[in-house]
């Protein structure tokens, strides 16, 4: 991998992964490397898709599973010096995002669900996990997405307040789908 080209993105858009297709690879050094991959993810946001995505299959890892690792290894290699800083006279602000993959690389049909808060301008928590439904629009995918990061803002919210002086202030939400923040307004949704 030391003579290997760098790569912008850690993972090419449009590449569909299946347990389904390709020449079996070793499953122990699969693992490992996921393994390895997952201890960047402490201070790699930008990794948490691909590597979540590729730890599905440590099961019974395929060949392309593999190039997909490699892909990422790639990525690492450009982007090493990529990190994340905090400013001492930054905002205090706090906010979160969450988004889904709606039909996005599954075989089960479960969406993805990504999230991430902000300390000003720097992530200080970020997550991306497969759904535990399956969603049957993009509407319902956005909603279980928010969902996870109202559940997410409360936690912080209470940790902050127990291990900080930081007072009840609140913590904007952002999600990007329309119809999902109108489900989410709308009374006769809410028993």
Known sequence: MQDSNETKIPMNP???LRNSEGETVDATEYRSLIGCLRYL???????SYSIGLLGRFMQEPKEHHLKAIQQVLRYIKGTKDFGITYKRNG????????????GVN???????TGIVFYFGSSPITWCTQKQQTVAL????SEFMAATAVACQALWLK???SEITRWKERRITL???IISAIAFMKNPVFHG
């Open 14 to 16: 449009g590449t569909l």
């Open 41 to 47: 993810l402490h201070t790699r946001p930008d990794l």
């Open 91 to 102: 905002s205090c602000e706090i906010t979160g995002y969450s988004d889904s993959s709606y």
């Open 106 to 112: 599954t075989e089960e049909g479960k969406d993805t």
């Open 137 to 140: 629009s993009s509407c319902e």
């Open 158 to 160: 209470r940790l902050l």
């Open 174 to 176: 952002y999600v990007d």
